[in-house]
């Protein structure tokens, strides 16, 4: 992999679920992670809340991309989940950033990941866009492994 000394350009970047590489997402929304504070007092503290750690939050991966033959896989996984397979569709996946020669540079994991929902392009026979489609993937937690 090149030598990195600056910041990777956020316009190339690959999906990778079911042993599958997708390319060709047009944005990519990484989720926020947090951990939600939990206010505590005792009767006898001083009058002044402690904050306690809860529950870790993430948050949801949305996904565009232009409509190809190759999309297929992406409606097949949500399918699953339509049909009420949701521990089957559920798999660890990852989003993948490129640096400028193509090869793999920061990579983020999602732990037993699966489809929300899927949005349909409009369509229309005026126009001159390319037919987006899009989905929102749930999560159980994420890394930054590079």
Known sequence: ????????????FLLEFDDLV???FSSCTLPENSTDPVEYREGN???TMRKLWGLNDF?????ESGVTDDSIELWEWR???ERGNVDDARQDIA???LDEEGNPGARWEF???WPSSYDAPDLDA???????ESMEIEHEGMARVE
């Open 1 to 12: 992999m090149a030598d990195r000394h600056g910041p990777y350009r956020n316009t190339r």
């Open 22 to 24: 997708k390319a060709g």
């Open 45 to 47: 503290d001083r009058p």
């Open 59 to 63: 948050g949801t991966l949305s996904l």
């Open 79 to 81: 399918e699953q989940v």
């Open 95 to 97: 989003v993948i950033v």
């Open 111 to 113: 732990r037993k990941a």
């Open 126 to 132: 005026e126009g001159a866009e390319v037919a987006i």
